[in-house]
């Protein structure tokens, strides 16, 4: 991965002027491998793979407009219903990810995080995971959360069991406290939802913490989503007037 560009490279702000009030969490549903896959000749697997490369612009690009936090949806607890060849390649596109561009995004200060469960994956898999998180934890340039096996009502079920089991009193349970039970309990709520490829479904992708967040839908397949679209995405969020349920005066 290249060095992270510096955000006071004059040609870039000329371009990209700074934004005012960036999102401080983006969370990205990275729809449409396999369209942009069909659409260009090639199978899902190239698909996916370019969504990768995609998506190690998406973090360079994200540094550069002061994001914070990225949460990317990577697996869904419904993707195990895909073909096999299509799963097991969606497994190794995660390995080699953390094979390959562990050391470069540790130098870079990203700090990798993980929400879903790592149960279900191959324990070579969930221990690499487990190293990268341990590996990144003290860097604070960009957080990435990837969800993989992740679904948002799963999330839910796996917060009301472990509030029975601890014997939480029935009336101490709060929004606040539930949120603390989420995969996302020390991660802020996110302040923008892209999805690519046009569709207009949650798809189960942080269901409860989306309660208040601004969407934005592009007909763009996951692999095209370029620093462009997404500055456009973000640009367009700044000038949306966020009121949380309440009205102006
Ligand atoms: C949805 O497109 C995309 C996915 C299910 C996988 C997204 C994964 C990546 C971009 C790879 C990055 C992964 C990691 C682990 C870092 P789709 O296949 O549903 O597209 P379609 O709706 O056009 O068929």
Redesign the pocket.
């Known amino acids: 991965m290249a060095e992270f560009l510096k955000s006071n490279d004059t040609a870039t702000e000329t371009k990209y002027p700074p934004l005012k009030n960036p999102p401080h969490h983006v969370g990205i ?10 659409a260009n000749g090639k199978n ?1 697997l190239e ?6 490369e ?2 190690r612009r998406t973090l360079e690009s994200s540094v550069e407009f002061g994001i914070k936090m990225l949460t ?5 607890t419904e ?1 195990w219903k ?1 073909p096999p060849f ?1 799963v097991m390649g ?1 497994m190794k ?2 390995e080699d ?1 953390i094979d390959r561009e562990l050391a470069e995004l540790h130098k870079n200060g990203v700090q990798l995080r993980h929400i879903g469960r790592l149960e279900r994956l191959r324990p070579a898999i969930r221990k690499k995971v487990l190293y990268a998180i341990d590996l990144t934890k003290n860097n604070d340039r960009l957080i990435l959360n ?1 969800a ?1 096996n992740y679904g948002g009502r799963e999330e839910i079920v796996q917060a009301a069991r472990r509030l029975i089991q601890e014997n939480i009193p029935a009336d101490d349970v709060t929004e606040d406290l539930l949120s603390k039970y989420m995969y996302t309990a020390d991660s802020p709520d996110p302040d923008l939802i892209i999805r690519t ?1 046009g ?1 207009f479904r949650t798809s189960n992708f942080l269901i409860w913490q989306a309660a208040y967040a601004e969407y934005y839908i592009t007909p763009t ?3 095209a989503f370029d620093k462009t679209e997404y500055y456009k995405a973000l640009l367009e969020f700044c000038q949306r007037d966020r009121r949380y349920g309440g009205r102006k005066e």
């Open positions: 549903i990275m729809d449409g491998n396999g369209r942009w896959a069909k899902r698909g996916h793979n370019a969504g990768t995609n998506l990317i949806y990577a697996f869904s993707n895909r299509e969606l596109i995660l990810v990837v993989f490829s569709e397949y996951w692999p």
